[in-house]
């Protein structure tokens, strides 16, 4: 049997077990509350495995490995460097103190720090929807880009892995996730040094000194720019993150929250580098490979049923970054519009049809996020571009709410306004139509973030009565 046949088989065999694991846990969902945080039970090592595995994704794998053949390993792992950081900070300074909060979602926060606001709960979910959607549109693209590696054409790729995450996601919900996250973050941990290791090893096969790939800038020159692009947005976004956010209120109790994030954050980090160096050697080694570098490096250095072992690893960490946005998807759906916006006076467990419509937004998102991912062709750019809005509006007021007393209503919603104007307008920038490129997108959070914060301050300041309204 040929070796992509047994990758491809091996790869078949992984996701039969993914939709047992969702069919497994599926009787654990009794509550909405069950379904969309594992009913706070988790302890310390699941929620290191459902931290890592939704940071170590398409960006990370794909993107760090395919940057750090082009422009060497430590640009390569700036994303991941991003992604790690953030959950570092996240742990230190933030996640403990709003696993404090019983909440489901950031606005759950926004809503006990500044008072309830329905028309920011709906700029939430109105925002946040294409966020979400843009970031699992890009691990679907990782995952069709993976298995084209193989014999399998891109569109059947992305379509298989959309249905198997459809499965165990809309029957799991986050039990099921946490069960695929630890398998998969326990074969990452182990599967990504081992073809670290065998990619530097061709290197000194080459007659070259694998500590060679390691020796460029850490930020090249007439970089700087894409640096902060990669980096920074991540660094202080991660924190207050959908995703994340519900992994905190997974977590059993605050300390868990918080040590699972900084430990998952110093593993993110890792592996970012590892997958870069893998990426930098294959292009030294294989002169000839254009794209694809990470997969190419697997299937030369590793045996048939190991490197589809690991392939499958990958793909199931994009794939798990994917479900845990569906939930989060589902989240904002059942929790910003079901119920805060629409029935706010009744508690989340106790609506009729929100179970049903956690899953009903599942699934119409995997739909969705298929037909989408035929028009989006970069993995970075579709994470990024995508946040512009949210993260612009949402993410000064609630970090600005944890870590500064002073931060006041008025403060907040002129935050959010000013810095949702800006994130909108860059990512007009950035997606094509009439107004690609008025202004540099790769900049257009940095400039949300700063202007929508001495907003906050300078508001926060002047009012008059310095307290939550």
Not at 28 to 49: E, Q
Not at 129 to 157: D, E
Not at 233 to 255: H, T, W
Not at 331 to 336: K, L, N, P, Q, V
């Amino acid at each position: 049997m040929e070796k992509a046949s047994v990758v491809l088989l091996v790869c078949s065999l992984y996701f039969v077990v993914l939709i047992i694991a969702g069919v497994y846990v599926s009787s654990r969902n009794k509550k909405t509350s069950d379904f969309l945080v594992a009913g706070r039970k988790l302890n310390l090592p699941f929620t290191i495995a459902t931290l890592t595995a939704v940071q170590i994704g398409a960006g990370i794998v794909l993107g760090g490995s395919d940057r750090g053949a082009s422009m060497g390993v430590w640009p390569g792992m700036w994303y991941a460097l991003g992604c790690g950081g953030g959950l570092i900070l996240a742990g230190i300074f933030i996640a403990a103190k709003l696993r404090q909060k019983d909440s489901f979602v950031p606005l759950d926060f926004y809503e006990s720090r500044y008072g309830e606001n329905r028309w920011v709960r709906i700029w939430a979910w109105i925002s946040n929807v294409p966020s979400l959607l843009g970031i699992f549109i890009a691990q679907l693209l990782a995952c069709g880009s993976i298995l084209s590696g193989f014999g399998i054409s891109f569109s059947t790729g992305v379509i298989v892995c959309a249905v198997v995450i459809l499965i165990y996601s809309t029957l799991g919900g986050m039990w099921g996730i946490v069960f695929t996250d630890v398998i998969n973050t326990s074969i990452i941990i182990t599967g990504i040094p081992l073809i670290a290791i065998a990619s530097l090893l061709f290197l000194r096969s080459e007659g070259l000194e694998p500590g060679a790939v390691f020796a460029t800038p850490f930020i090249p020159a007439g970089t700087f720019i894409k640096f902060i692009y990669l980096v920074v947005p991540f660094l202080i976004a991660i924190s207050v993150s959908y995703d994340a956010y519900i992994r905190y209120q997974a977590a059993k109790d605050a300390r868990t929250a918080k040590w699972g994030c900084i430990i998952a954050g110093i593993v993110v980090i890792i592996i970012g580098i590892l997958t870069s160096a893998v990426g930098a050697s294959a292009a030294v080694v294989f002169p000839e490979i254009k794209e694809g570098f990470f997969s190419y490096m697997v299937i030369q250095s590793l045996n048939p049923v190991l490197a589809g072992i690991v392939i499958a690893a990958v793909l199931g960490a994009a794939m798990s970054s994917a479900s845990g946005l569906l939930v989060a998807m589902g989240a904002t759906f059942t929790r910003d519009l079901y119920n805060r916006f629409l029935n706010p006076r009744q508690k989340l467990d106790d609506l009729p049809w929100s179970k049903t419509l956690s899953r009903l937004a599942v699934a119409l998102s995997a739909i969705a996020g298929v037909f989408l991912s035929f028009k989006v062709d970069d993995i970075l750019d579709a994470i990024i571009i995508f946040n512009y809005p949210y993260m612009g509006s949402l993410l000064v007021p609630l970090i600005a709410g944890v870590l500064w007393k002073k931060a006041t209503r008025k403060g907040a919603v002129a935050a959010m306004f000013t810095g949702g104007l800006i994130g909108v307008g860059a990512f007009t920038a950035g997606v094509p139509g009439p107004l690609n490129g008025w202004v540099n997108p790769d900049l257009g959070l940095f400039y949300a973030y700063t202007i929508s914060l001495l907003v906050l301050i300078a508001v926060s300041k002047t009012d008059k009565n310095n307290e939550l309204k």
